[in-house]
């Protein structure tokens, strides 16, 4: 998708010649360099995928850069003077790998292909997370950046300036309790009591304890479609004329709080099969907010998948494990019918089963539903991934195209082609 950058160091001008090159001829964009001493000047300014450095070079061999590399791209070694000893001394310095002059075209290709992709995966993980520090307040609460992602952040801010109740709608899993809890959370009333209930487990008796400890603060109901017929009356009441009449009283008591509810199921169909009074449902639905389920919401599987692998990390006591390209892939090519919690799970038994031994995102998903390999959404999935990486660059570069372009390692022209073949709209996103 994105062409790879080589940084290749070589005192021999021939041998360099034919590594520019081969890399040249695979579509690479490639930097040659006769000593290592440059190497840090270029690193900075060229950013590399991938070092390819001779072994033995004077002033600096490339083991010595090798060693004063702190950070960076990877570093594969080539000599002509390699042996086994030479090669474990690198590998266990930190080497990517080491090559051996004549080189095999092929598997040097190969080698390097796989170092860049482990590089441009890892800094991509490392801009999500960036991007996940920078969040704060609704934004870490309702992640995402997708247009319904957005709206919905916009319609809570609303929302949250009145008293009004709110029904919210969806599939499970996609996050209806985050959405009532951050109702609560920017409102006025974010300094009172939270109390969440399922609405199906409720009786006429208890109703007026938990609208007294509601007081003050936001009462949400989950599952209301399930509440019992005999305990929808008296929250009827309570609804409209914010009153409850404890067991016994012979007068009821005003209460001050905000009822959030949420459902699942059809509430035409409720209504229609006698399990959900129709002025009940009227008097909820102060306003209604649905939420979209995560297969209309690819793009946000990156900045999801991150920011459960910190938290799950963080639970755990350890530092998370990333997701290369071919596990994102699978992320954004399954249907996820759970949605967001189902996606949440899958990454914590990723980081859980990482701390035992090296692990796949395949082997976190065994358990859930098979997805398709050969399936035509991989197309689709890709698009979005492109679409993610693009409109996140447009906004930290503020619509900057030569430095979007530099930040992902491709031509302007390509980058414009990208933005009208994904459907881009760069006004909305700035």
């Not at 000593?35 to 001779?54: G, M, Y």
Request: charged letters at 25%; glycine letters at 8%; proline letters at 5%.
């Amino acid at each position: 998708m994105t062409p790879h950058r080589v940084l290749i160091i070589d005192d021999d001008q021939m041998m360099r010649n034919s590594l520019v090159d081969l890399a040249e001829a695979a579509g690479w964009t490639a930097k040659a360099l006769s000593r290592a001493t440059d190497a840090a000047r270029w690193i900075n300014q060229f950013q590399p995928d991938v070092i390819l450095s001779d072994l033995r070079m004077p002033d600096m061999s490339g083991m010595d850069l090798l060693l004063s590399l702190k950070s960076g791209p990877p570093l594969v070694l080539i000599s002509a003077h390699g042996d086994i000893p030479v090669a474990v001394d690198a590998m266990s310095a930190g080497a990517y790998s080491f090559v051996e002059k004549p080189y095999d075209p092929k598997r040097l290709l190969l080698i390097l292909t796989h170092a860049a992709e482990q590089h441009q995966m890892r800094q991509s993980n490392l801009r999500l997370k960036d991007r996940l520090q920078e969040l704060s307040g609704l934004d870490r609460m309702i992640v995402g950046q997708t247009a319904d992602i957005l709206e919905l952040r916009r319609t809570i801010v609303t929302l949250a300036e009145g008293q009004m109740p709110v029904l919210i709608r969806g599939e499970t899993g996609t996050g209806k309790d985050l959405v009532a809890r951050a109702l609560h959370d920017t409102s006025e009333r974010c300094d009172g009591p939270y109390v969440a209930l399922n609405a199906a487990q409720m009786t006429v008796t208890q109703l007026p304890i938990i609208a007294k400890g509601a007081s003050g603060g936001t009462l949400f109901l989950d599952e209301v479609c399930a509440c019992p017929l005999d305990v929808q009356p008296a929250l009827l009441r309570l609804t409209e004329a914010q009153e409850i009449l404890p067991d016994g009283a012979a007068l009821p008591e005003r209460v001050d709080l905000r009822i959030l509810s949420a459902t699942n199921e059809d509430t035409a169909h409720a209504i229609s099969e006698g399990r959900l009074r129709p002025d009940f449902l009227f008097r909820l639905e102060g306003f209604s907010v649905t939420l979209p389920p995560l297969q209309a919401r690819l793009d946000d599987i990156p900045l999801l998948a991150n920011r459960f692998l910190q938290d799950s990390a963080a639970s755990f006591g350890g530092v998370p494990p990333e997701l290369g390209k071919e596990e994102l892939g699978l992320l954004m090519t399954h249907d996820w019918p759970g949605n967001v919690r189902e996606l949440r799970n899958v990454i914590e038994r990723f980081v859980f089963l990482s701390r035992m031994g090296e692990v796949k995102i395949s082997d976190a998903m065994s358990g859930v539903a098979e997805f398709a390999a050969k399936r035509p959404g991989l197309r689709e999935a890709v698009a979005a991934f492109e679409r993610q990486m693009i409109s996140r660059a447009l906004q930290d570069h503020n619509g900057r195209m030569d430095e979007i372009a530099g930040e992902l390692g491709i031509g302007r022209r390509t980058l414009n082609e990208k933005i009208v073949k994904l459907g881009l709209d760069k006004e909305a996103l700035l």
